[in-house]
Nanobody, 120 residues
Framework: VQLQASGGGSVQAGGSLRLSCVASGSIFRVNDMGWYRQAPGTQRELVARVTNTGTTNYGDFVKGRFTISGDNAKNAAYLQMNDLKPEDTAIYYC???????????????WGKGTQVTVSS
């Protein structure tokens, strides 16, 4: 199983970016997908997650600025980030809990990070 993330980049404060994450490989079911971020010298923190039934949760700092959505048919998740702030600068990592078959419990997978840089 691989997670392919895309959509990072550099924007000015107040701008927007859309991150995409697609899971591929031997997948029986994607249980949930999400994004975490890590800035230099800090711990990785939750940005947003979405389950395969559409339930979402967000980090407290999001405050309505970001929206996560999932596409079960494509094994994908998307993170729309609006009103970006310099403190949102970090490497963003896609994460997914995936069953590779109907017998095996869900396993945790991580994609390579994508850099998001917000300038003031």
């Amino acid at each position: 199983v691989q997670l392919q993330a895309s959509g990072g980049g550099s924007v000015q404060a107040g701008g927007s970016l859309r991150l995409s994450c697609v899971a591929s490989g031997s997948i029986f079911r994607v249980n949930d997908m999400g994004w975490y971020r890590q800035a230099p010298g800090t711990q990785r923190e939750l940005v947003a997650r979405v389950t395969n039934t559409g339930t979402t949760n967000y980090g407290d700092f999001v405050k309505g600025r970001f929206t996560i959505s999932g596409d079960n048919a494509k094994n994908a998740a998307y993170l729309q980030m609006n009103d970006l702030k310099p403190e949102d600068t970090a490497i963003y990592y896609c994460n997914a809990d995936i069953n590779i078959d109907y017998e095996t419990r869900g396993l945790d997978y991580w994609g390579k990070g994508t850099q998001v840089t917000v300038s003031s």
